[in-house]
């Protein structure tokens, strides 16, 4: 599966994006869906993930009732709302899927989107 992120941008403190990652490739349903971060000489960090139905949802607890992960298998798309942005919230993010279940490290998911920066200004 091919998976393209977008939507990042310069957004100032308090404010919100919606990111935006679509798939191509293989039927998008049966994947398990992620959010990843990273922030220069930092490690990639989990953010969210989705089931593949979207009944099931863990958001990383710096980002828990701020972001919130969705998905609409009928446009082959996931989500990540950003309400409440903060400067250490500046990160690239990365979109990513697995045909396992979900889980919170990288090295859980086969296929990764290209990033999309996002930089919150204080």
């Known amino acids: 599966v091919q998976l393209q992120a977008s939507g990042g941008g310069l957004v100032q403190a308090g404010g919100s994006l919606r990111l935006s990652c679509a798939a191509s490739?293989?039927?998008?349903?049966?994947?398990?869906m992620a959010w990843f971060r990273q922030a220069p000489g930092k490690e990639r960090e989990f953010v969210a993930t989705?089931?593949?139905?979207?009944?099931?949802?863990v958001h990383a607890d710096p980002v828990k009732g701020r972001f919130t992960i969705s998905r609409d298998n009928s446009k082959n798309t996931v989500y990540l709302q950003m309400n409440s942005l903060k400067p250490e919230d500046t990160a690239l993010y990365y979109c990513?899927?697995?045909?396992?279940?979900?889980?919170?490290?990288?090295?859980?998911?086969?296929?990764w989107g290209q990033g999309t920066q996002v930089t919150v200004s204080s």
């Open positions: 990513a899927a697995t045909r396992g279940i979900e889980v919170i490290v990288p090295t859980g998911y086969d296929y």
């Open positions: 490739g293989r039927p998008f349903s049966i994947y398990t």
């Open positions: 989705i089931s593949w139905l979207g009944g099931r949802t």
